[in-house]
């Protein structure tokens, strides 16, 4: 069955030309919507080709043939484009709207498996999508058809996301609510821990007070400042394990003797997902938040990074 699909899929490729390329101009110089129409399993692989394209930066909608019929006409309108399913070409109820969708100005795309077929004659463009069979042993379910059907129609999609432009971060404010639209949307200042709540001593601090503010703090560091305020340092839970390492005594000890200077930083405007990848990177927990002029912001842990679902 997959072969048989595949090979179906691998046809396809064969065969686009002029008509594919004429569907997308058709589409990119409308400047109405894009309605995916069809019935039975047509009809649901048309759905999902509504969605994809609404996805990719085509808006884009799903009607059902037969609801159409019935009232969902009023949807369409003269600047859009209506692209029809039908393996077959024939399908009665898709036909049925054929007159209407043109008598309203729509420009009509059909993907069927007939060039020859009334919906394929009928059609501004046909985009062929026969099968040499299908997948089912007695070559009736729609199986091989509706793979090419829906090969057919990302094909389409994605050719016009190219056309178009779309980016990564277009996408992902076509998906916010997704774990790509949490990676491409969430900046560093949105999970950060502001200023005021970052735990700061400055670098003649004993160790003892910065360990008393990492305790107050919660963050597992404290910002080491200078005298103008400006960020000098970081001390954090690993720089006090490699002190006790080496057998310091903490009691005696200065932060400037034992923090880390110049300490890895990013500005508020980044991507957490970049604040991710850098602290994987360096195999570090907190980062310093620094705007343009290099004062201190915030702070952030790869805690904030997980309550976000960055990570």
Do not use: W
Request: aromatic share 2%.
């Amino acid at each position: 069955m997959l072969h048989i699909e595949a090979a179906a899929i691998s046809a396809l490729a064969e065969r686009l030309g002029a008509e594919f390329e004429r569907a997308l101009d058709l589409i990119l110089q409308r400047r109405g919507r894009v309605i995916v129409t069809g019935i039975g399993k047509s009809g649901h692989i048309a759905r999902k080709l509504a969605a994809t394209l609404a996805s990719t930066g085509t808006p884009a909608y799903f009607v059902h043939a037969a609801e159409a019929a019935h009232g969902d006409m009023g949807m369409i309108t003269p600047e859009d484009v209506v692209i029809a399913l039908s393996n077959s070409g024939t399908s009665e109820e898709v036909l049925t709207i054929v007159p209407l969708v043109k008598r309203q100005g729509a420009k009509l795309i059909a993907i069927t498996g007939r060039p020859e077929s009334a919906l394929a004659l009928q059609a501004d463009v046909h985009l062929e999508a026969a099968v040499a069979e299908e997948a089912c042993p007695l070559n009736l379910a729609p199986t091989a058809s509706t793979t090419a059907a829906l090969a057919l129609g990302d094909a389409l999609a994605v050719a016009l996301l190219n056309a178009r432009g779309f980016a990564a971060d277009d996408f992902a404010r076509s998906h916010p609510g997704g774990a790509l639209g949490r990676r491409l949307l969430t900046r560093v200042g949105d999970v950060m821990r502001r200023a005021d709540a970052v735990p700061t001593v400055s670098a003649d601090a004993p160790v003892t007070q910065a360990l008393l503010a990492m305790t107050a703090g919660g963050m597992g560091m404290t910002a080491i400042v200078g005298p103008d305020g400006e960020p000098i340092g970081i001390f954090t839970d690993g720089d006090l394990r490699r002190a006790l390492e080496r057998g310091c005594d903490v009691r005696s000890l200065l932060l400037a003797e034992v923090m880390t200077r110049s300490p890895r930083s990013i500005h508020p405007e980044a991507l957490a997902a970049e604040a991710a990848a850098l602290m994987e990177q360096m195999r570090i927990s907190q980062l310093l938040v620094l705007d343009t002029n290099g004062r201190l912001v915030g702070a952030l842990t790869t805690h904030d990074l997980m309550l976000a679902k960055v990570i």
